[in-house]
């Protein structure tokens, strides 16, 4: 029988009759604090199984003094499962989270904190991917979850030194990062945004 979280009481109080965020004490982060935009494992597959997750992902790039695009970034993952596949900086945003902080902390999240990421104040996404659990809806698939997801290309200054489920990041030319044989190692259907992404800053044509 699957395992639900209970609604929250609405009327429920603190001890001074103050009313309780329902939110606010849910889970913890990997510190143990409380984080409200923190979800357990039985709450983010209720949530996956009901509504669609928010995502940002990001094209790392590196550019030249005119701004040109340069190198393109891409990851190798790890998969839960034990495979290596190539992938994308990604992740959901957190409940009272802005995209921009998303974007900045799944970015540090990848590639470390000496990565020197240049977000604009109002990022604006390249394009807005739509993931689904069924094969064949759209350019790109998740088994997971209905997914949408915001993709930025983001320019990197500095020192990147991927971390947590990411082993590296390899930096190629625009030429390479469009090519059929990296195509073939992306997940999800992510080649399809890489030429987005591409095309988005003028290096396809």
């Keep these: 029988m699957p ?4 609604d929250p009481d609405p009327n429920d109080g603190d001890d001074d009759g103050t ?3 329902p939110l606010r004490d849910l889970g913890g982060d990997a510190a143990g604090s409380s984080n ?9 597959a209720e949530a996956r199984r009901r509504l669609p997750m928010l995502y940002v992902e990001a094209v790392p790039v590196r550019t030249d003094g005119m701004g040109a695009v340069t190198e393109v970034g891409i990851l190798l993952r790890a998969t839960p499962m034990g495979e290596i596949t190539r992938s994308l900086v990604s992740g959901r945003v957190r409940y009272g989270e802005t995209v921009r902080d998303a974007l900045f902390r799944h970015l540090e999240n990848d590639l470390g904190p ?9 990022p604006v996404p390249f394009t807005v991917a739509e993931y689904f659990p069924i094969p064949g809806v759209s350019a790109f698939h998740d088994d997971r979850q209905h997914a949408v997801s ?3 290309v983001v320019p990197v200054t500095g ?9 590296e990041v390899t930096w190629m030319s625009p030429d390479e990062a469009a090519s059929d044989a990296l195509a073939d ?16 800053v003028g290096c396809l044509r």
């Design 3 to 6: 395992v639900r979280t209970p």
């Design 19 to 21: 009313p309780r965020d």
């Design 36 to 44: 409200p935009g923190w979800l357990s494992e039985v709450e983010l």
């Design 114 to 122: 000496m990565a020197f990421p240049l977000l604009p104040p109002q």
């Design 150 to 152: 915001l993709a930025y």
């Design 159 to 167: 020192t990147c030194e991927p971390r947590q489920d990411a082993l």
């Design 185 to 200: 190692e992306m997940e999800g259907g992510r080649a399809t945004l890489i030429r987005q992404a591409l095309a988005s």
